[in-house]
């Protein structure tokens, strides 16, 4: 935990060294995140996106169904947590009946039992916990290989990672390969989304920067979020100039 800690506390220093002056108040932080991005998309392209392609040309859609349930019903686990966490105890007690349903009946989550039986699945981490106790986001961040973040949840990584129970896996060998099959399977859930974005996005880094922030903004506030500042002058002006 201490590594971890120690590691983002060292990305988020090179971001503030290294950022520059930027009109977005949001991004202040955006000549390093564009350079990190681009990284990310270089070893996208070379490495992660054509194993991607593979998987999902090869592996079965059923199996491929299980992998992403059986991880699935994992965080499950987590979210449970998270949503007692914030307060939300009937959602944590679905999550709850969720997690039992599927570990039992649906042979250790491989079958989404639960979901088949309109329970419904919710998805909380700590980045969105720390949100509703009222943390700001802070600065938007790209993290190397991990992607778009902000501080807040950067800060909140560690909890997130370590509330895996994948994380416990024995022995390490397992939980290595078992770790690389989630990351394979969740990228090439995604090949369509990125090849939509590489097509239509003028600036990628900006809009996925724009996309992530408004998502995040809406998990925290479970789909309600109250009207930014800037969003009720920007209403006003308008109104001004009708």
């Not at 720390?130 to 802070?138: A, F, I, K, Q, T």
Request: glycine residues 8%; proline residues 6%.
């Amino acid at each position: 935990m201490k590594t971890m800690t120690r590691t983002l506390a060292l990305i988020v220093m090179a971001a503030v060294m290294t950022g520059c002056a930027t009109t977005n108040k949001q991004d202040p932080f955006e000549g390093y995140n564009r350079t990190m991005f681009e990284f990310n998309d270089k070893v996208d392209k070379v490495a992660l996106k054509p194993v991607a392609k593979a998987y999902q040309t090869v592996v079965p859609s059923f199996v491929q169904t299980g992998i992403g349930n059986f991880f699935g019903n994992l965080g499950d686990v987590w979210t449970a947590v998270n949503n007692f966490l914030q307060g939300k105890f009937e959602d944590g007690a679905l999550d709850v009946v969720r997690v039992t349903a599927n570990s039992t009946l649906g042979v250790l989550g491989l079958f989404d039992i639960a979901s088949d039986s309109g329970v419904p699945k919710h998805k909380e981490d700590f980045g969105q916990t720390l949100g509703s106790w009222g943390v700001p986001s802070g600065p938007f961040l790209v993290l190397p290989l991990l992607g778009p973040s902000t501080v807040r949840d950067t800060v909140a990584l560690p909890a997130d990672i370590y509330g895996n129970p994948w994380t416990y896996k024995e022995p390490l060998r397992w939980r290595n390969v078992g770790t690389g099959v989630r990351i394979i399977d969740g990228r090439a859930a995604l090949l369509d989304a990125s090849n939509l974005l590489e097509d239509a996005a003028l600036d990628p880094y900006q809009f996925v920067r724009d996309a992530y922030l408004q998502r995040r903004r809406s998990q925290v506030y479970d789909g309600n979020p109250p009207a930014l500042p800037h969003d009720d002058e920007l209403e006003e002006n308008d109104s001004n100039n009708k």
